[in-house]
């Protein structure tokens, strides 16, 4: 004899609407496939839960993959600014030689 699960049926409050039998049988089906095996349904849980776990991994990977590429960044940015304030440096130091060449 197969244990059947019973879903105790609470009064309704009000504001609140009646369980349809849809989605009682959804929410048991969703708890227990035992009846989807008999009659030969198979579900996808199992694949569509590896394809997730999968899709997670490559997110995952992909996350880190644009951190590792965004401090890349910083870093290209922070010395690009270093090279710019040597040349501007470099340019006024050549524009002041200049002038004291120009004055003597």
Known sequence: MHAQEALPSPSVEDGQQAKTSVE??????LKSNT????????QPAAKTTNVVKELQAEL?????ESIGLQQELERLKAQTQESEAKVDK??????????MA???
Not at 24 to 29: A, D, G, I, P
Not at 60 to 64: A, E, F, I
Request: a positive charge.
């Open 60 to 64: 995952d990977v992909k996350k880190l």
């Open 90 to 99: 470099q340019a006024e130091e050549i524009k002041s030689l200049r002038k």
């Open 102 to 104: 120009a004055d003597t």
């Open 24 to 29: 009682v049988v959804s929410k048991v089906l």
């Open 35 to 42: 009846f989807l095996r008999n009659v030969g349904i198979q």
